[in-house]
């Protein structure tokens, strides 16, 4: 567009060539806001807090979360720790000190002093099984029940044959190199499993501490036999692949020497090690996790446990971890190489150097990223301020809002560095006039697609949604304010001519006018085939899942569940109404409950079930033909157990059995059913819920008065899956139907504004497709990165545009429209994707997966949009595109302006072919 020149008397002033009653330019009041406002946004940061509960995530009003919660509310369960360790059995000498240590001991006015602050109860297994005996169940068949909830399996146990034994070592090189190249995987050789007994140095502190916790050894338990063996294996993920397990231990048990004997007597796991020590938290554990697990860990320590054999494990270590890891990913004091004591930090500072770099000013670029990081700073304070917390989907926002920051800012500063040559002191309001509404455009877009978040049923991604829309516009008002202003008060050097109009944007544009049909086609081809992988496309919520392999909290969980349980619970109420309390005893209905819990025990990936019917011998109803007595004596023993049960005189009962407290549903008895899955396997949440419901259903199914529900963390991932994978579709419709809505008011014609939209989608659905081609999953956080790179890609849309419709209007061909657009608009989209898209591959080495994810795809994004904003759209403006937005412009009747302009006057900002007039060549090198 040409601009008419007027008197410079005469000339309308722009916001910063405004002044105030005492004669001081506005820029002054603006740089005074924003040194006002730092202090106060550091200082609530300092405030802000961590929640990455995942069960918080959904609604109260989700039918998953309202029946998780429901269940809550009649069966409350305290935070816990799990404790195990290698040889731990349920008479284990060490349990008394270790309980001892955590609960401490009883007074003389009979309360507990001297244990932990942090600890409220401990349950192990050596208690139930001590409950299960006083109800008459003998020991074997109680450590049974408890098998895969308290009690494990353990390894794989190897007895030798006297001819295993004469080469111990050869034998074990036999069977490991024979299951490698057999089945491929590879076994971990460890001790057998004995007794434990002090050695010399500890015997006498041993006893100095069993005669002070002596009250918590009361225990007439026999000792646990696992049989003679030799040796123990196990390989990652054993208990999960049953078939594999059964296939290896039947392969190990026909093991020969080299002359045909057998080295193998018997394979076999036997259920009695290790066993689950469960720590309750109180209030102040619960307030202080760090300190309450660390605590933990040196009890037991404390109590003759080796640490290389302690596992400190359960969802409150892995929340608490995943906390660390927001927090580490931040500042890591604990790390000793520098590279890698803040990730966010480094991302930012090689983001910095890439920015400098690109502008080639110090103090221009100095500016721009002082600018970016005070808009993140500003954004992030929204947080605290407004009462919210930070999660693992809020941690990334600091580095989107300096992307997005850090984009507007070059452009401005680009924009600058044209006007400045053609004049100074107007140098600051032209950029910002040219910037301002392509920067609003997109500013206004990406908020767009940042409050299309706001429609997931995720509570962390509503509020991530909501938080970073709020951010984005405080970013434009940084960038259209903040800048300009700093640019008016800071005296700053103008940059050579030749970085002013680059040779190599005009020479990319040449070669894209005149290939742009097979440029175009093969670049549209390309993604369309990456799209193919969105058949392959899958989410993850497992907060574990957010951690590497190697890392500690994994292995642990990996050793609990392959030897002990599965970590995950499902919670199955079986509820009987008032007729159905009627219709059935309470020994029938327990025994009902059993063999609901029996059949899901069942099921393969079901470690072990728990209910109120796993503490009371099995006592059938008496036949049709039973005596008179037989039954009198039945009913009486079980109103006597219901009598007993209901009043609290059977401990841990209430964890099981008790009344619904609806008022609708006065009167229901409900029964809980804990049964525990592994949350480490690839196993279908979706499959494994709906068995389960279909296995109660079998055996309640002719009983209209009893039904069943089926919750627990399991059924509240799945959800969580659903809903993660629900909030991407419909996030990306809605943020792709109010952009276009955009772009459609922006190019004044519907069919261009679709059109306009494929560079800007397309690149987003070819890396989801390719990413998922290649077996990554979506989680919770990178879920957010499909609407935000669709705003981003819209910025540099926008920007395109805008020139290449100026060179229209001031009648330029399409080609040379394009040409004039990719050199006005080429360096700035190419230093911010470069300066962004490598400080975002920072994050890559990040510890916790969901920042790394983040970092890599986001990056990918952002290449793949500057790919289509390069790339693709130059082609289809040079075509399709271009041909329609030429038609629109020839029939809109041309400005006043531009028709009394004379054409030869020089335009307001110098296009790439301008030569500079002899005059600047005098100019101030500082201006400003």
């Known amino acids: 567009m040409r601009h008419v020149r007027i008197d410079s008397a005469k000339e309308p002033k722009g916001f910063f060539q405004k002044r105030d009653p005492w004669g001081h330019g506005l820029a002054l009041w603006i740089l005074a806001l924003i040194l ?44 816990t720790v799990i404790l195990t360790w290698e040889g731990s059995v349920v008479n284990d000498p060490r349990l008394p000190i270790l309980v001892g240590k955590l609960t401490g001991k009883e007074d003389a006015d009979g309360e507990m002093r001297g244990g932990l602050p942090y600890v409220k109860s401990v349950l192990h297994a050596g208690d139930l099984v001590e409950r299960m005996v006083e109800f008459g169940i003998d020991q074997k068949t109680a450590i049974d ?99 594999l397990r059964d296939a290896v231990s039947d392969w190990i048990q026909s093991v020969t020497s080299p002359s045909g004997e057998p080295l193998v007597e018997e394979c076999y796991r036997a259920v009695g090690s290790p066993i689950a020590v469960v720590v309750a938290l109180s209030d102040a554990g619960r307030a202080e996790k760090n300190a309450a697990i660390a605590a933990i860990r040196q009890a037991a320590l404390g109590s003759f446990v080796p640490e290389t054999d302690l596992i400190v494990s359960g969802r409150v270590v892995a929340g608490t971890e995943l906390n660390n890891g927001v927090i580490q990913a931040a500042w890591n004091p604990a790390a000793t190489n520098p590279l890698k004591k803040s990730v966010i930090l480094l991302s930012g500072f090689v983001g910095i150097v890439f920015a400098l770099i690109s502008l080639k000013s110090l103090r221009l670029g100095a500016l721009v990223i002082f600018v970016a990081y005070y808009a993140a700073l500003l954004g992030m304070s929204m947080v605290p301020l407004t009462g919210g917390s930070m999660n693992m989907v809020l941690i990334v926002m600091p580095t989107l809002l300096m992307v997005l920051a850090l984009s507007g800012a070059i452009h401005v500063a680009n924009y600058w560095k044209h006007a400045v040559w053609e004049n100074p002191k107007t140098a600051v ?84 006018c005149r290939q742009w049909l097979p440029i175009g086609t093969v670049t549209l081809v390309v993604a369309v085939a990456c799209t193919i992988g969105l058949r392959y496309f899958d989410v993850e919520t497992k907060v574990i899942k957010y951690f590497p392999e190697s890392s500690q909290v994994v292995q642990d969980y990996q050793l609990i569940e392959d030897t002990l349980a599965g970590i995950s619970p499902i919670e199955v109420l079986v509820r009987f109404n008032a007729q159905g309390q009627e219709d059935f005893g309470f020994l029938e209905r327990l025994e009902i409950v059993r063999k609901v819990e029996s059949s899901l025990h069942e099921h393969p990936e079901v470690s072990g079930t728990l209910s109120l ?57 409900l029964w809980r059913i804990n049964a525990q899955a592994a949350v480490l396997t690839d196993a279908d949440y979706t499959a494994l819920t709906q068995e389960l419901s279909d296995r109660v259903e079998e055996v309640i199914h002719a009983e209209p008065n009893i039904d069943h529900v089926v919750t627990g963390t399991v059924p509240l991932f799945l959800r969580t899956q659903n809903a993660v994978l629900e909030s991407l579709i419909w996030s990306s419709l809605l943020a792709f139907g109010m952009i276009a809505a955009v772009m459609v008011w922006v190019l004044r014609d519907p069919f261009a504004g679709l059109i306009s939209m494929i560079p800007n989608l397309l690149p987003v659905v ?56 990719l050199s006005h608009c080429g360096p700035a989209m190419w230093q911010t994707s470069a300066a962004v898209g490598v400080g975002l591959l920072v994050l890559f080495p990040a510890e916790l997966l969901l920042i790394s994810r983040f970092g890599w795809l986001m990056a990918t994004l952002i290449g793949a949009a500057f790919i289509g904003d390069m790339v693709l759209l130059p082609c289809m403006l040079v075509g399709p595109l271009g041909i329609l937005l030429e038609r629109r412009l020839r029939k809109d009747p041309p400005s006043a302006d531009c028709d009394s302009q004379d054409e030869h006057e020089p335009e307001a900002i110098p296009s790439h072919h301008l030569p500079l007039s002899p005059q600047h060549a005098h100019d101030s090198r500082y201006v400003g």
């Open 766 to 821: 070819a890396v989801f497709g390719l990413v998922s081609w290649f077996g990554q999953r979506i989680d919770i956080g990178t879920m957010v990165t499909a609407s935000v790179a669709m705003g981003i890609a819209v910025d540099g849309t926008l920007h395109l545009l805008t020139w290449f419709k100026d060179g229209l209007q001031r009648g330029k061909t399409r080609q040379e429209s394009v040409i004039n657009a």
């Open 145 to 243: 029940r408890l098998q895969g909830t308290l009690v494990g399996l353990g390894r794989l146990k190897v007895r030798l044959t006297e001819a295993g034994r004469e080469d111990l070592s050869r034998s074990q090189e036999v069977i490991v190199s024979g299951a490698k190249s057999i089945f491929n995987i590879d076994l971990e050789v460890q001790e057998p499993i004995g007794h434990w007994e002090p050695n010399e140095n500890d015997e006498a502190e041993f006893h100095r501490l069993s005669d002070i916790y002596a009250m918590h050894a009361e225990s007439d338990l026999e000792s646990t036999d696992l049989g003679g063996h030799d040796f123990q294996i196990t390989w990652k993920g054993m208990a999960s692949h049953h078939e």
């Open 613 to 669: 019917a796993s503490f009371q011998p099995v006592r059938k109803k008496p036949g049709d033909d039973a005596s008179v007595r037989e039954k009198i004596f039945f009913n009486r023993r079980s109103n006597q157990t219901e009598r007993r049960v209901k009043s609290g005189d059977m401990q841990q009962a209430a964890n099981f059995l008790t009344m619904n407290r609806l008022p609708q549903e006065n009167g229901d008895e």
């Open 36 to 79: 006002f406002v730092a202090p106060l946004s550091v200082s609530s940061l300092r405030h802000v807090r961590l929640d990455n509960d995942v069960e918080s995530w959904l609604p109260e009003k989700d039918p998953s979360a309202a029946d998780y919660l429901w269940c809550r509310e009649h069966f409350p369960e305290d935070e």
């Open 429 to 512: 309001a032209e950029a910002t006039r040219m910037a301002s509404q392509p920067c609003l455009m997109a500013a206004f877009t990406t908020s767009l697609g940042l409050v299309s978040l706001m429609n997931s049923d995720l509570v962390p991604v509503r509020n991530f949604g909501l938080y970073a829309s709020i951010g984005c516009m405080i970013s434009v008002c940084m960038v259209l304010y903040g800048l300009p202003a700093l640019l008016q008060m800071v005296p700053l050097k103008r940059v050579e001519p030749s970085e002013v109009n680059p040779a190599r944007w005009i020479w990319f544009g040449n070669l894209i």
